[in-house]
């Protein structure tokens, strides 16, 4: 039995601000996180800027008092990941032993799932390197594997690793709203957040659970994360970055590359049924769940790293989710793909939304949050969902930036109805994920 799907609320976290209000009137007001890297000294990286959370933002105010020594464990990636979740349960009006430990909550522990999308999560180096200083071999300055093993080691916090197992963002919702149903944790790179809303819906809709917290959360404004990144070759360089509010052009003639941004999104999945039943109120209602797809980029002359210059796998993954749906292409009012600022990715996706879209693209909306917020790694999926969420239930479009020479007719800023969104993305790596929302 398949059950029907809502998406009722939203938990969005990026440098525009934490929840749905700060991002949404920074994404219609057309304004941008974008700005020099603060976390660290990244001016010999590359590319100096990206897009942070504000600095105000302490995980401490997102969990239950009872909770607040565990904070002490958690890395970025979890910090954010927990206060997406809180955001998103509170939007929804869930009750849960997380946003009311006092009361009875909305549905019981083991109906509740959680499946979060998560990266790879760098260790912090001022805690490496307190340790590596002690593991000096005779020579006092080169580094010995025997001293590490035996003393380095000692140094760090008997906790250390549980800061930096990626499942962990998924363990630390699930233990604080009481979740017992079915988690999982999706580590595929920029297709995480995704994967991990089809994970819930599955789990849904065949009856293992009645509400799922999904989506994803990264950062990875790290100097060891952040170095890699750069080696990706996808980010803008210094001569593009002069004016970073203006440096990613997603599917514009000009787009040099991306630049990195740190949070995501959680969502909240219930079953029809069910929130039906638990009284749930028809305003918290963003959206349907109609469909999700999944595949593989294959790219043999770059090893998948960047899509085929057709999207065949995106095209694959966007009409699986429309054949879920049984939807057409026509449907489709507004579509949010990956949008990355960079031609190697950008093109392949508008070749995808040509194949889908046919004659109608020039008159589609697709919109590239990350022109605002950056690309949020394993959370772009989520936070791109929330945006679509919003577009259905708000009937308003955000500002289109710097696409003052889209590619391939991809200019439209607006539509006659907003009633079927797709969002798609495809990660470092080639997995392809795509999902179907509809104006409830």
């Given at each position: 039995m398949?059950?029907?799907?809502?998406?009722?609320?939203?938990?969005?976290?990026?440098?525009?601000?934490?929840?749905?209000?700060?991002?949404?009137?920074?994404?219609?007001?057309?304004?941008?996180?974008?700005?020099?890297?603060?976390?660290?000294?990244?001016?010999?990286?590359?590319?100096?800027?990206?897009?942070?959370?504000?600095?105000?933002?302490?995980?401490?105010?997102?969990?239950?008092?009872?909770?607040?020594?565990?904070?002490?464990?958690?890395?970025?990636?979890?910090?954010?990941?927990?206060?997406?979740?809180?955001?998103?349960?509170?939007?929804?009006?869930?009750?849960?032993?997380?946003?009311?430990?006092?009361?009875?909550?909305?549905?019981?522990?083991?109906?509740?799932?959680?499946?979060?999308?998560?990266?790879?999560?760098?260790?912090?180096?001022?805690?490496?390197?307190?340790?590596?200083?002690?593991s000096a071999g005779e020579s006092g300055k080169d580094f010995d594997i025997h001293h590490w093993g035996q003393e380095g080691m000692e140094k760090l916090t008997p906790l250390w690793l549980l800061k930096y197992l990626p499942n962990m963002l998924a363990c630390h919702v699930t233990i604080i709203h009481d979740t017992h149903g079915p988690s999982n944790t999706i580590t595929c790179g920029e297709a995480s957040g995704g994967l991990s809303v089809g994970e819930s819906l599955r789990v849904i809709q065949r009856g293992q659970a009645d509400l799922c917290f999904c989506g994803g959360a990264e950062s990875k404004l790290n100097p060891m994360a952040y170095l890699r990144q750069v080696m990706t070759g996808r980010l803008v360089n210094d001569a593009d970055s002069t004016d970073p509010t203006n440096a990613v052009r997603p599917f514009d003639q000009n787009a040099k590359g991306g630049v990195l941004g740190e949070g995501g999104g959680i969502v909240t999945l219930e079953c029809v049924d069910a929130f039906e039943e638990r009284g749930g109120d028809p305003a918290n209602i963003y959206a349907e769940v109609l469909g999700f797809g999944a595949s593989q980029t294959v790219n043999p002359a770059t090893r998948n790293r960047t899509p085929d210059a057709e999207g065949r796998g995106i095209v694959s993954a966007a009409r699986a989710a429309l054949r879920e749906a049984g939807l057409d292409t026509d449907a489709v009012d507004v579509v949010i793909p990956f949008g990355l600022g960079h031609a190697e990715w950008d093109g392949p996706e508008a070749a995808a939304l040509r194949t889908l879209l046919g004659d109608r693209l020039p008159s589609v909306p697709v919109l590239a949050p990350k022109a605002s917020v950056g690309n949020l790694g394993a959370g772009s999926g989520g936070f791109d969902l929330c945006v679509a969420a919003k577009v259905l239930k708000e009937q308003q479009l955000p500002a289109t930036l710097n696409r003052d020479h889209p590619i391939d007719g991809l200019g439209a800023t607006s539509a006659d109805k907003l009633d079927v969104a797709l969002v798609f993305a495809t990660g470092l790596g080639g997995q392809n994920t795509a999902i179907v929302l509809k104006k409830v």
């Open positions: 398949s059950r029907r799907v809502y998406l009722t609320g939203v938990g969005p976290v990026s440098g525009l601000g934490l929840g749905i209000e700060p991002n949404w009137t920074g994404l219609t007001e057309g304004g941008s996180a974008i700005g020099p890297v603060k976390a660290f000294d990244a001016s010999a990286m590359g590319c100096p800027i990206a897009a942070e959370v504000p600095e105000d933002f302490k995980v401490r105010n997102f969990v239950p008092k009872t909770y607040r020594k565990a904070t002490k464990v958690m890395a970025r990636d979890i910090e954010l990941a927990v206060a997406a979740a809180d955001l998103a349960a509170r939007d929804a009006g869930l009750v849960t032993k997380g946003t009311d430990p006092d009361s009875d909550p909305s549905y019981a522990p083991d109906r509740m799932g959680c499946h979060i999308g998560a990266g790879l999560i760098a260790a912090d180096l001022d805690e490496l390197t307190a340790a590596l200083v002690t």
